[in-house]
T-cell receptor
């Protein structure tokens, strides 16, 4: 069974620092990997989707990499802002279903 | 933009009640999903559907059923609500071939069973 792990569970950084969030998965037979953001009490907002054939995806200050062979993905957020404070979830997709990690709770202090 | 709409943001129900959670998507997606999210347990898949009138059990289907009579609507049913079903419920949809396009989630329904 696919296991998805996110480290660290929580992270606090001063504004302006770069954020590095890690996601690992046990079964490399995946179709895609998706990063989501969740604000307290809210639903999930999709940030980036990486297909299994891709190595990375970028959107503005966000960059996500995927190394299928080692079972790892990293989400980089450049020049963090207080508005980036949220929980970030990675989810691995295969056969149309997603398996989620527990998330990394991020606090960016002004 | 694809929209996934969950009919209620907050819901309070009594133990033993039959509860319906509704989800509607507006982009003709084939696939729809129901998850629950609990602190320390993350998101867990309850049921999903690949087509109208089709349903598949997820990881934790016990105590739940679903209905998909129309392509755009996917309902989660708690036949007899219990306090351990107090949770955040999240609906999602994806196109056919969803592995290529990813998921879109609704805003969630916070259900409290008293």
């Amino acid at each position: 069974k696919q296991e998805v792990t996110q480290i660290p569970a929580a992270l606090s950084v001063p504004e302006g620092e770069n954020l590095v969030l890690n996601c690992s998965f046990t079964d490399s037979a995946i179709y895609n990997l998706q990063w989501f953001r969740q604000d307290p009490g809210k639903g999930l907002t999709s940030l980036l989707l990486i297909q299994s054939s891709q190595r990375e995806q970028t959107s503005g200050r966000l960059n996500a990499s995927l190394d299928k062979s080692s079972g790892r993905s990293t989400l980089y957020i450049a020049a963090s802002q207080p508005g980036d404070s949220a929980t970030y979830l990675c989810a691995v997709g295969s056969w149309g279903k997603l398996q989620f990690g527990a998330g990394t709770q991020v606090v960016v202090t002004p | 933009d694809v929209k996934v709409t969950q009919s209620s943001r907050y819901l309070v129900k009594r133990t033993g009640e039959k509860v319906f959670l509704e989800c509607v998507q507006d982009m003709d997606h084939e696939n729809m999903f129901w998850y629950r999210q609990d602190p320390g347990l993350g998101l867990r898949l309850i049921y999903f559907s690949y087509d109208v009138k089709m349903k598949e059990k997820g990881d934790i289907p016990e105590g739940y059923s679903v209905s998909r009579e129309k392509k755009e609507r996917f309902s989660l049913i708690l036949e007899s609500a219990s306090t351990n079903q107090t949770s955040m419920y999240l609906c999602a949809s994806s196109p056919g071939g969803g592995d290529l396009y990813g998921y879109t989630f609704g805003s969630g329904t916070r259900l409290t069973v008293v």
